[in-house]
């Protein structure tokens, strides 16, 4: 299969009191054989599943287990936040959130996390899920994998 390098910055600039701030990184992914980039409407009434984690591809919303090397999620609303749930175990109901703002991303670059104690040991996550705040919301998705 065809392999490509994903190349990823991220920039930061600022002027406080006459003082630049800032800096950028540059990170390359090589082994790319998969993209996928697709914007989600997320309802506010109910989660939305935005995709999910599995031994084996079964479909365009997996995501093999440890492949993926690069996942960005961005809210594309210019008001509402978006609650991002990272589903550990989808039988027990695991997962732990965090509030993506407004026209904010963010970034994993690995598919498994822990909640709990504190412990190197991680768990692959089972799925991703999102909810609207007050009103349905866009996300755009990017993912990047090795095969």
Do not use: W
Not at 119 to 135: C, F, G, P, R, V
């Amino acid at each position: 299969s065809i392999m490509a390098t994903l190349t990823t910055k991220i920039s930061e600039s600022v002027t406080l009191n006459g003082n630049v701030f800032g800096n950028e990184q540059t990170k390359t992914h090589t082994l790319i054989t998969t993209v996928r980039q697709d914007v989600i409407n997320v309802d506010s009434s109910a989660s939305t599943e935005l995709f999910n984690f599995a031994a084996a591809r079964a479909g365009l919303g997996t995501i093999e287990d440890a492949k993926s090397k690069y996942i960005r999620l961005t809210n594309l609303d210019s008001s509402n936040f978006v609650t991002i749930n990272l589903m550990l175990d989808l039988s027990t109901d695991e997962f732990s959130s965090i509030v993506l703002p407004a026209g904010a991303s963010f970034l994993i670059t690995k598919d498994t996390m822990k909640t709990g104690s504190l412990t190197t040991s991680l768990t692959q996550l089972d799925a991703i899920h999102a909810k609207a705040d007050t009103a349905d919301c866009q996300v755009e998705i990017f993912v990047a994998e090795i095969n």
